[in-house]
């Protein structure tokens, strides 16, 4: 089965400064799709970006990146100039069949 | 805002009583999925349907079940509630099962079971 870990259950930064979640993931598939969602207060969950593992060039997504490493089964998200709307609930997912794994989220809190 | 919308947003129910879920997918999707998110901790597979017919399965027992119907609207049935299922209910709709389709997610379902 496949598993998701985010080993950062909340993370802090400064306005305008950059910061980095971390995700890895176990998998023995070879084409599969990595997310990173975005869940605010309100709920209600929101695409950041996607991978497809097998394209080797990183997303990016205006202030939003990933690392994607496929041989060490890590994927982490930037995120470049923070602005206070980015403090929410992330989550790291994985889609090898019809089902989304999550990962246990990492709150991301925005000082201003 | 996604386009899907979840009803109602907050229920509270006693242990053994039957609970039903309702999501609203976007305007023509016609896949929805249903997950289980506990407080702190990342949302969980419930099941999927596709046109009607359930697509797959997580985890879950017998007791959660579900509909979707011609219209994409879908439902989500738990019988003989136990306390461990107060949590958020997510309902995620997307147009086909390709992998790389984006979920798009409703505002979500918060049981308490008391």
């Known amino acids: 089965a496949q598993t998701v870990t985010q080993s950062q259950p909340e993370m802090s930064v400064q306005e305008a400064e950059t910061v980095t979640l971390s995700c890895t993931y176990d998998t023995s598939e070879s084409d599969y799709y990595l997310f990173w969602y975005k869940q605010p207060p309100s709920r209600q969950m929101i695409l950041v970006i996607r991978?497809?593992?097998?394209?080797?060039q990183n997303a990016t997504e205006n202030r939003f990146s990933v690392n994607f490493q496929k041989a060490a089964k890590s994927f982490s998200l930037k995120i470049s100039d923070s602005q206070l709307g980015d403090a929410a609930m992330y989550f790291c997912a994985y889609r090898g069949g019809n089902m989304l794994t999550f990962g246990g989220g990492t709150r991301l809190m925005v000082k201003p | 805002e996604t386009g899907v919308t979840q009803s109602p947003t907050h229920l509270i129910k006693t242990r053994g009583q039957q609970v039903t879920l309702r999501c609203s997918s976007q305007s023509g999707h016609n896949t929805v999925s249903w997950y289980q998110q506990a407080l702190g901790q990342g949302p969980q597979f419930i099941f999927q349907?596709?046109?009607?017919?359930?697509?797959g399965r997580g985890n879950f027992p017998p007791r959660f079940s579900g509909l979707q119907f011609p219209n994409y609207s879908s439902e989500l049935n738990v019988n003989a509630l136990e306390l461990d299922d107060s949590a958020l209910y997510l309902c995620a709709s997307s147009l086909g099962l390709e992998r790389y389709n984006e979920q798009f997610f409703g505002p979500g379902t918060r049981l308490t079971v008391l």
């Open positions: 991978q497809e593992a097998y394209k080797q």
């Open positions: 349907y596709y046109r009607e017919e359930e697509n």
